[in-house]
Each structure stands twice: as structure tokens, then as C-alpha cells.
């Protein structure tokens, strides 16, 4: 019996390695959906080969937790928003945040160049969400008009 429950875990651990495995969740479908098919930057990222746990890296421990969580109904609708550090994302993102401002420099701003000190990535980028222009919320920059529709422009 012990030998088919470490079979079972082992599979169920693979399994949960394919993007398609997670969409199986009903909370987690839109997000799966997101990163299959939208214009928002989860999806760019798969273009780019970057599947759900690159970023969401769990242990057997919490994917065996999160089983639990679904099974019992014990779990949030939707789920608690993750964050994300800034060094997080330059662990794949160019490494060094100066190359990621040399990157976006425009003849009238810097959004990644901010008055505002060091900010964290996800304060403007979002996966599974649109992404917001927070320097809208003060300044109408030319640029703001050549960012396409996953993009939110404050006001």
C-alpha cells in the first residue's frame, strides 16, 4: 500500500510539472487560461517557454498541502494574490536592473528610471492581470500611446 501511495505521489508530481495539470483546478483556471491564451504578460511568457512553476516554485510539501487545501474545500476564491520581489524577476530579466534601464530609456521618461526610489517590478507589471502604467497617475508621457491593450493607463 506504501509502495502505490509514493507511486501515486510521484505521478501526481509530474503531472503537475504540464501547465494543462493546473487549468484542472477551477480556481486556478483563469489563470492557466491567462498564460494559454490572452494578450497579458503570462502569456508572453509562455511564448517564451516559461511554464507555471518557473515562477511558482513549490515543494512536495506545499503542492501535497494545496492538494489537501482542494480537496477539503479549505482554500480562498480567488486565491490569495502572490508577490513577487524585484530580484525575483531578474533572476530571468537581464539580471542587472541598470541593463533593464538602459533597455527603456525614452527621449522624454524612464519608467523603470522612477523619482519614485526602487519600486518592485509588480507594482506596474502583472501576470495574470493587465498591467498598469503607474506613472499615468501623475504624468501623460507620448509612450503611454504605444503600449498595447494589456496595458492599463492610470488617471
Given amino acids: 500500500m506504501l ?53 511558482h516554485h513549490k515543494s512536495y510539501l506545499e503542492k501535497a498541502q494545496e492538494g489537501i487545501k482542494y480537496i477539503t474545500g479549505n482554500y480562498s476564491e480567488p486565491p490569495e494574490k502572490l508577490t513577487f520581489t524585484r530580484e525575483q524577476c531578474l533572476e530571468c530579466h537581464e539580471k542587472d536592473f541598470e541593463q533593464v534601464v538602459a533597455a527603456t530609456e525614452f527621449e522624454e521618461s524612464n519608467p523603470h528610471d522612477s523619482h519614485m526610489g526602487e519600486i518592485d517590478c509588480t507594482q506596474c507589471h502583472q501576470m495574470h492581470d493587465k498591467s498598469k502604467v503607474m506613472c499615468s497617475q501623475c504624468h501623460t508621457f507620448s509612450w503611454f500611446e504605444k503600449l498595447d491593450d494589456s496595458w492599463k493607463i492610470e488617471s
Fill in 3 to 55: 509502495a502505490l501511495g509514493v507511486v501515486g505521489a510521484v505521478g501526481l508530481n509530474q503531472l503537475s510539472k504540464n501547465p494543462a495539470f493546473c487549468g484542472t483546478c477551477h480556481i486556478i483556471k483563469p489563470y492557466y487560461e491567462s498564460w494559454k491564451n490572452s494578450n497579458l504578460l503570462a502569456n508572453k511568457h509562455a511564448a517564451q517557454g516559461v511554464d507555471c512553476l518557473d515562477c
